[in-house]
């Protein structure tokens, strides 16, 4: 669906991205971690089209993005929706504007279809159709961030990017946000790149996980393949402290669901 080869992205004298090869799969969800600072968002800002690269290749469903005229840069820019870190809804607009933002930009519609298709976004991110005439500050942070999902779904996008979606969410928001995004990607077939802090999102909610590291893809796979790389960064992330309060043996959580189902 996407591929990268040999991308090299930089500012002025430091260079972030050192020659990164990665592919994105269609219809999966593929978790993108590494250490803060990496350049994770940069990866995907640049995928977007929004960073310069100095060098490399970027194929976005088959085409080469340097060869793309400009109408066709935004017949494919009709084909993914973006949800960034900063949620970014308009904070004067209603949720309902928000999501017809692009739309207006990208289709043709009445006024009536807007509506109709505004109020089906809302009603698949799971909010109540009263969210659909509130401002964002009139919002709770998971209601937010399920606001801006429905706008990164507005034009029915084949994939769609997160960047720290889950970020600022309580565990158990957190933990529904990645379920919503699971339910989506099964029943609508999306492709998902979703940059992630949450070790919960990288078990729960990705088939495959990408590591970065100085500049370049020192990882990538299952979450097996993460558990067993002897990586210094990966060991410390998913055999870390935090990691083992998720982890949890599998015979130990099915013993405690036993105690637990008995209680
Ligand atoms: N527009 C820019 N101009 C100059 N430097 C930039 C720009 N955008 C990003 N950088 C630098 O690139 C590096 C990578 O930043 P990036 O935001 O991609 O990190 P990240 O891996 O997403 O980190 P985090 O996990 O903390 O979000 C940082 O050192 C950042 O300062």
């Given at each position: 669906?996407?591929?990268?080869?040999?991308?090299?992205?930089?500012?002025?004298?430091?260079?972030?991205?050192?020659?990164?090869?990665?592919?994105?799969?269609?219809?999966?969800?593929?978790?993108?971690?590494?250490?803060?600072?990496?350049g994770?968002?940069?990866?995907?800002?640049?995928?977007l089209?929004?960073?310069?690269?100095?060098?490399?290749?970027?194929?976005?469903?088959?085409?080469?993005?340097?060869?793309?005229?400009?109408?066709?840069?935004?017949?494919?820019?009709?084909?993914?929706?973006?949800?960034?870190?900063?949620?970014?809804l308009?904070?004067?607009?209603?949720?309902?504007?928000?999501?017809?933002?692009?739309?207006?930009?990208?289709?043709n519609?009445?006024e009536?279809?807007?509506?109709?298709?505004?109020?089906?976004?809302?009603?698949?991110?799971?909010?109540?159709?009263?969210?659909?005439?509130?401002?964002?500050?009139?919002?709770?942070?998971?209601?937010?961030?399920?606001?801006?999902?429905?706008?990164?779904?507005?034009l029915?996008?084949?994939?769609l990017?997160?960047?720290?979606?889950?970020?600022?969410?309580?565990?158990?928001?957190?933990?529904?946000?990645?379920?919503?995004?699971?339910?989506?990607?099964?029943?609508?077939?999306?492709?998902?790149?979703?940059?992630?802090?949450?070790?919960?999102?990288?078990?729960?909610?990705?088939?495959?996980?990408?590591?970065?590291?100085?500049?370049?893809?020192?990882?990538?796979?299952?979450?097996?393949?993460?558990?067993?790389?002897?990586?210094?960064?990966?060991?410390?992330?998913?055999?870390g402290?935090r990691?083992?309060?998720?982890?949890?043996?599998?015979?130990?959580?099915?013993?405690?669901?036993?105690?637990?189902?008995?209680?």
């Amino acid at each position: 669906m996407i591929r990268v080869r040999d991308l090299v992205v930089g500012f002025n004298d430091r260079t972030v991205l050192k020659g990164l090869n990665l592919d994105i799969r269609r219809a999966e969800i593929l978790g993108f971690v590494g250490p803060s600072g990496q350049g994770k968002s940069v990866l995907t800002r640049t995928l977007l089209g929004l960073v310069p690269k100095r060098s490399g290749t970027i194929e976005v469903f088959g085409e080469d993005v340097d060869r793309l005229t400009l109408a066709q840069r935004r017949v494919i820019e009709r084909r993914w929706g973006v949800l960034f870190q900063q949620g970014a809804l308009f904070s004067a607009l209603t949720v309902k504007q928000n999501i017809q933002v692009p739309m207006r930009e990208h289709l043709n519609l009445s006024e009536r279809l807007l509506d109709e298709f505004a109020r089906l976004k809302i009603e698949m991110v799971g909010l109540k159709p009263d969210a659909a005439d509130k401002l964002p500050s009139e919002l709770s942070g998971g209601m937010i961030k399920r606001a801006a999902l429905a706008r990164a779904l507005a034009l029915d996008p084949e994939v769609l990017f997160l960047d720290e979606p889950t970020s600022g969410l309580d565990p158990i928001g957190a933990g529904e946000f990645d379920e919503l995004v699971a339910t989506l990607q099964r029943t609508l077939g999306l492709t998902v790149f979703m940059v992630t802090h949450d070790l919960d999102s990288l078990y729960t909610a990705c088939d495959r996980i990408a590591a970065l590291g100085d500049g370049q893809i020192i990882a990538e796979g299952p979450i097996d393949a993460m558990l067993a790389s002897d990586h210094p960064w990966l060991r410390s992330y998913f055999h870390g402290k935090r990691a083992r309060s998720i982890a949890v043996p599998e015979a130990a959580a099915s013993a405690r669901g036993l105690v637990e189902g008995v209680a």
